[in-house]
């Protein structure tokens, strides 16, 4: 997967909003809620960050390539070093599913008016 490809998948879901934050990372958010953040610095090779659930996210962590992400690991989000860590489509779940834990983390209102 590659960056671009990343977007337009992000794109796709409903209600998702861009962002640069931090000078170069590119956030994808609902509701201004992070879940997803890639790097545009290329000496990053490219790293993408997202959120998953705990038993997730021990998985992910066992697998080369994938690590706690930075700051976040707290809050069970795990970073790719690289883009072929992961298949495509298990980056897409991924991304869905870490989605899918923002939304509904959001207040209740806030979730019905997004629906």
């Known amino acids: 997967m ?4 990343l977007r337009k998948f992000c794109s796709k879901l409903p209600h998702v909003t861009e962002d640069v934050k931090w000078g170069n990372d590119l956030c994808f958010l609902i509701a201004e809620k992070m879940f997803c953040v890639a790097s545009l610095d290329p000496r990053e090779g490219n790293r993408v960050s997202f959120k998953c659930t705990p038993e997730q996210f021990a998985e992910f962590i066992e697998r080369d390539g994938v690590i706690p992400a930075p700051y976040m690991a707290r809050n069970h989000w795990v970073s790719l070093e690289k883009w072929s860590a992961l298949r495509d489509e298990e980056i897409k779940q991924a991304v869905s599913d ?13 979730q019905q008016k997004l629906a």
């Open 2 to 5: 590659t960056l671009d490809q």
């Open 98 to 110: 870490s989605y899918a834990l923002v939304k509904a983390k959001l207040p209740k209102k806030l």
